[in-house]
């Protein structure tokens, strides 16, 4: 893989947050290898989650596959004369609005041609996301008002809410939302959450005893690497599957899962999808063999499933029913049909999983 053509590529055919980080990579290509993760999400303005997706949205497994691609293209180009090193440039060069506005001043930019720039940089000069809303507030419409108003009431809601939810919330139309997120400045109802996302503040060192912030820190951690380890497009359709199932039979592998397998359960049943739960060895082999297509089998193996488990998976799969499997590392049992949701973390992650199915069973098609 050449990784530069990559980047060339994604410059142009990537999302506009991914594209600029396409730029980002290629000003600073020789800088790149000696940076870790952390430094490169930091000196980027993302998060390292963002620089996960965009590793693998031009052909990479992951960040660390990427550097070594670099590294690896770098030494089949040889070394090259360059000058020494000035740190890594790119858009964390422009963090301050002050900075912006004296170069656009020295060359004789006006206001409006700056704003546009910083917009299609992701740095806005007004301020961040919630105080241009805060100050536009008499300027939107009456149904723009009030998205705006629930979005200051509950910045975290809004910052990960479905535009339908948001629209519901808000007691306006989707239509709405996307209206009200163009006049805010934003490309799209993605770009207002992830700047929503960045504008909601954590809680500042101090303000929590530390072993509550070092648990807060721990959980953080177990989220991003959970949101690391899935695919969109595999949740999408374990949540398609259990939409559509006449009814999901859940089966845990240990007592540490069935927490997880009841809450589960009792999330569908809650949103309508009629769900079963069975502990018992002796029973999973029995609701096995009375399963049939258009019903679906969610497996919890977060821990080493038992070798009654193994089997009634295989016979519910003779039996036509659909299979989905949240599995910590792999698994001897699941085939090519199965739908497989890799789970990194069996607590904090496992919850975050649970949430994203269910919110897919909300979506409209």
Known sequence: MDIVY?????MSGLPAQES?????????????????????????????????????SIGCDDINDFLGKVRHQQQNNGPRSRPEAVGILGDATWVEPDALQKLAAHAGIGSDILERFSHSIGKESGG???SQIRARLNDFSQQ????????????????????????????????????????AGCDDIRDLRMKLAQSSSPVTNGTLPEPWQEKLSGVHSSLNSQLNELSPATVARAAQMLKQATAT????????????????????????????????SALMSITASMLGA?????????????NALIAAVHQARRKGAGII????????????????????DNRYGLLFLIDLLCDGLTLKA
């Open 6 to 10: 990559q980047l060339v590529q994604g």
């Open 20 to 56: 600029r980080l396409a730029r980002f990579f290629l000003e600073n290509f020789a800088q790149i290898p000696e940076s870790s993760m952390e430094e490169l999400a930091i000196k980027a303005g993302v998060s390292p989650a963002t620089l996960q997706h965009f590793a693998r």
């Open 128 to 130: 961040d996301i919630l």
């Open 144 to 183: 723009e008002s009030r998205v705006a108003q629930t979005i200051l009431d509950d910045v975290g809601f809004a910052a990960s809410a479905t535009i339908d939810q948001l629209a519901t919330a808000a007691g306006v139309s989707p239509a709405t939302i996307t209206r009200f997120a163009r006049a």
């Open 249 to 280: 039979h859940i089966f845990s592998a240990s007592g540490a899962d069935t927490p997880f397998a009841s809450l589960l359960q009792y999330r569908l049943l809650t949103l309508g999808h009629p769900a079963n739960l069975c502990q018992d």
């Open 294 to 306: 258009g019903q679906v089998l969610l497996i919890f193996a977060g821990h080493t499933p038992e």
């Open 325 to 344: 499997v949240i599995a910590q590392g792999e698994c001897s049992f699941t085939q090519q049909n199965d739908i497989v949701l890799s789970l990194k």
